[in-house]
């Protein structure tokens, strides 16, 4: 059962674009909302998070909206860097029952392109 | 930043041998780490909780007298796959907790083959 799911498995954009990637929960009892780049064969680098008592945070170029209603979230990347090329995970945790574990999303691969 | 690193970060053993994967906080006391595995285009799946000075707590479906998990410190924890087999051949990450929620670094993963 994937509580937390990214349907978009990679995503081209165009340098200087912006880069919207997607995540969906299933889970009504997460609070909290993560963002993850990775590399190959590196662990993940926390990009940004939101609580979900609120629906926007922006981070520099990273912004992460959340829709509770829709168990919707979606990170913004403006504008985007071939740097920024990357595997990008979002995860999410429960104030209760699951202490500070993380539940990941199956990724969403994104290339950046010249 | 706060720094994880995990040794070794790529290790080849035979079938029927046990692996030892340490995971330590550089800069940092970490009383919760975590332990995940990735498949090849897969997700990071946690595999357990560690806790310095307790018992870890696997998740459903993963094996504890398979993957023995040790919190011996602070700053140390400790993941054996015992008697591995090659299905046991993934990347393996651990994470690290500081203080607050979105404070948990990440190692940088060893990748094990089971041949």
């Known amino acids: 059962d994937q509580q937390v799911k990214q349907n978009s498995p990679s995503l081209s954009v165009q340098e200087g674009r912006i880069s919207i990637l997607n995540c969906d929960y299933t889970?009504?009892?997460?609070?909290?909302f993560l963002w993850y780049k990775k590399y190959p064969a590196e662990g993940p680098t926390f990009l940004i998070s939101i609580s979900s008592i609120k629906d926007k945070n922006e981070d520099g170029r990273f912004t992460v909206f959340l829709n509770k209603s829709a168990k919707h979230l979606s990170l913004h990347i403006v504008p985007s860097q071939p740097g920024d090329s990357a595997v990008y995970f979002c995860a999410a945790s429960a104030a209760t029952g699951g202490g500070n574990k993380l539940t990941f999303g199956t990724g969403t691969q994104l290339k950046v392109e010249l | 930043g706060a720094v994880v690193s995990q040794h070794p970060s790529w290790v080849i053993c035979k079938s029927g041998t046990s692996v030892k994967i340490e995971c330590r906080s550089l800069?940092?006391?970490?009383?919760?780490m975590f332990w995940y595995r990735q498949f090849p285009k897969q997700s990071l799946m946690l595999m357990a909780t560690?806790?310095?000075?307790?018992?870890?707590?696997?998740e459903q479906g993963v094996e504890k007298d398979k993957f023995l998990i040790n919190h011996a410190s602070l700053t140390l924890s400790t993941l054996t796959v015992t008697s591995a087999h090659p299905e046991d051949s993934s990347f393996y990450i651990c994470?690290?907790?500081?203080?607050?929620?979105?404070?948990?670094?990440f190692g940088p993963g060893t990748r094990l083959t089971v041949t």
């Open positions: 800069d940092f006391q970490a009383t919760t």
């Open positions: 994470s690290a907790e500081a203080s607050y929620r979105d404070e948990q670094y």
């Open positions: 560690s806790n310095e000075g307790s018992k870890a707590t696997y």
């Open positions: 889970n009504s009892m997460f609070d909290y």
